[in-house]
């Protein structure tokens, strides 16, 4: 795995890191959807400009899952305002 594949994997970590840092009563989860999409687009740039197949399989699937969840996120979030 080359620095890309390498860089798109941290992706995911920072990711996780970031959403459980960032959680909390009080949370601005606009703020935390945006830090997260970005995160997971930035990744999976990251994981096509590998080059690897290892590297560009398991970074689309980890960073597009996340990129799912994320949707979900604010989609629960536009359910819940008046």
């Known amino acids: 795995m080359n620095k890309y594949g390498g ?3 941290l ?7 970031a959403f ?5 009563p009080n949370a601005n989860l606009y703020l935390i959807i945006v830090i997260l999409s970005v995160f997971s687009v930035l ?4 994981a096509v400009l590998s080059k690897k197949l ?3 399989t398991l970074g689309i699937f980890l960073n597009g899952g996340l990129l ?6 604010l989609l629960t979030l536009g359910m819940s305002e008046p």
Do not use: C, E, K
Request: proline letters at 0%; a positive charge.
């Open 54 to 56: 290892v590297a560009v």
């Open 7 to 9: 860089f798109s994997i």
């Open 43 to 46: 990744g999976i740039v990251l």
């Open 20 to 24: 459980f840092v960032l959680r909390g």
């Open 68 to 73: 799912v969840f994320t949707y979900l996120l």
């Open 11 to 17: 992706m995911v970590a920072l990711s996780i890191l």
